[in-house]
């Protein structure tokens, strides 16, 4: 199975910057979006940025105006630029793929979206 692979995690201070990658082991077919997601302890696993294959882009309120997701969902490789990080950004952060799969059994043609993810690398700042 094709995985994802998470890189660019690590300890910065508040302030700081850090540039997460994302890249694939083998290639993921009819990608509609990739993402960026994050988890910390106590807290559901939350949509930070996302970019679909026309090129739009969406980010979680929090992080408008400091992070940028950039990449190419056909290469399945994104990155997403964190500028001046805050202590609530610490968190473990997962590269998403959601790839259009069709519903074989359905009378009707439906399609869903299977979600294809990395292992996740830490992000920690401090104050």
């Known amino acids: 199975q094709v995985q994802l692979v998470e890189s660019g995690g690590g300890l910065v201070q508040s302030g700081g910057s850090l540039r997460l990658s994302c890249a694939p082991s083998g290639t993921i077919y009819s990608v509609n979006a990739m993402g960026w997601y994050r988890q910390t302890p106590g807290k559901r696993r939350e949509l930070v940025a996302r970019?679909?294959?026309?090129?739009?882009?969406d980010y979680s309120d929090s992080v408008k105006g400091r992070f940028e997701i950039s990449g190419d969902t056909a290469q399945n490789t994104i990155y997403l630029q964190m500028n001046n990080l805050k202590p609530e950004d610490t968190g473990v952060y997962y590269c998403n793929a959601k790839q259009t799969r069709n519903i074989d059994y359905a009378p009707v043609p439906q399609t869903y979206d299977y979600d294809y993810w990395g292992r996740g690398t830490q992000v920690t700042v401090s104050s």
């Open positions: 970019i679909t294959s026309d090129g739009l882009t």
